[in-house]
């Protein structure tokens, strides 16, 4: 194909930090070396098409929120909140190619909003900048797609680099982002995936729940966000349930500020015990957790694990283990057998790197 633009983007693990960008917080993800390369090609006809998966979807330019409802609502999603934002989007074919899982909760739908979001404005010429088009990939997922997601995953896929963790501030506006270095390959650990192969129903009714909760926590203390919680404030909630969300909140934003402070000094026993104690208050506070993970997790602590957690939204998706390599192997045997037991589809095992953010290839 004449004229055609190539971006790679990359998936995203969340080290640290969870649930924490839609309360005004921190998170810590890295890219991942799984990514979704798209291949964008200019029409002037006023029609899109994207192939993805062996299926193919065409919309018009002027597609509004309602008109599509299957996968292709996340590009259709880009086009109208790239037109609404004032970006001329005249049509595109779109070829999208994946080693990135979907439904693994490694962002593979930030990765296809931000990556149509980029070969779009570049087809147009446009040149916005990156925070924006950050902005534009989550109005397509909130407001077309109809999922209340924060800026975490759009930020990685976006500002991350290659090799390091990106330290983000969603109290900040823009959020801030700052590269710290992710080098435990240096000292011989890998971090692993176990992708536990399910998504529960639940996943987008409880995220959903779970913003409402945090919203409400906070404008009964009269903050702006709830990541602004101080001990007084946590002490002084009498509901249990929003005593527990709360908690979450306050001790993994403290988390996030030790983790930062353990990788910058490659102190990776610390790193490793608050990726565990991260997953224990997702587990017991923020109740975002279920068995699949929950179990991941235990298989990559009895395989000498120095931490383990879920990643993402939660409800399914993926776990990550800070590990050394020669326990991989162990690791997955183990959890392919603890999920044989329960009668649970086998889950996957990989290692990641941290990568380089979305970019156009020569
Ligand atoms: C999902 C959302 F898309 C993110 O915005 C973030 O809230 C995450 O869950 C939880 O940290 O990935």
Redesign the pocket.
């Known amino acids: 194909m004449d004229d055609v633009r190539r971006w790679q983007v990359p998936g995203r693990v969340?080290l640290i930090?969870?649930?924490?960008?839609?309360n005004g917080g921190a998170?810590l993800p890295i890219a991942i070396d799984r990514s979704l390369l798209v291949k964008a090609r200019r029409r002037t006809d006023g029609t899109v098409n994207v192939w993805s998966r062996g299926e193919r979807a065409s919309f018009p330019v002027e597609t509004v929120p309602g008109d599509v409802s299957d996968w292709s609502a996340y590009p259709a999603g880009v086009v109208w909140a790239l037109r609404e934002s004032g970006v001329p989007v005249t049509g595109a074919d779109l070829v999208l190619e994946s080693t990135l899982p979907v439904g693994a909760?490694l962002?593979s739908?930030?990765a296809m909003t931000c990556g149509v979001a980029l070969a779009l404005d570049d087809l147009a010429g446009a040149g916005r900048p990156r925070e924006e088009l950050a902005r534009v990939a989550?109005r397509a997922?909130n407001d077309y797609v109809g999922?209340p997601?924060?800026?975490?995953?759009?930020y990685a896929v976006l500002f991350a680099q290659e090799g390091h963790a990106v330290h983000l501030d969603f109290g900040a506006d823009p959020p801030s982002a700052e590269p710290v270095p992710a080098d435990w390959g240096d000292d011989g650990l890998v971090l692993a995936v176990i992708d536990t192969g399910v998504h529960h129903e639940l996943a987008a009714g409880e995220?959903a729940e779970r913003?409402r909760e945090c919203a409400a926590i906070a404008s009964e203390l009269e903050l702006s966000a709830l990541a602004s919680i101080g001990l007084d404030g946590l002490l002084s909630l009498t509901d249990e349930t929003a005593k527990a969300r709360a908690r979450h909140v306050l001790t993994e934003s403290t988390r996030v500020r030790g983790a930062v402070t353990a990788l910058r000094r490659r102190d990776w026993a610390q790193f490793g015990a608050m990726l565990t104690s991260s997953h224990e208050s997702l587990r017991d506070d923020f109740a975002?957790s279920c068995e699949e993970l929950d179990v991941a997790v235990d298989a990559a602590l009895a395989s000498e694990a120095l931490g383990a957690r879920m990643?993402?939204?939660?409800f399914g998706?993926s776990a990550i283990a800070l590990m050394r390599p020669e326990q991989v192997d162990r690791l997955r045997a183990r959890v392919e057998a603890a999920f044989a037991d329960r009668s649970w589809a086998a889950p996957t095992v990989f290692t990641v790197r941290p990568s380089p953010a979305a970019a156009l290839l020569p």
């Open positions: 969340n930090g969870e649930h924490l960008d839609h998170a909760g962002s739908s930030a989550q997922e999922v997601t924060g800026l975490m995953d759009q995220y913003r975002v990643t993402g939204g939660g998706g």
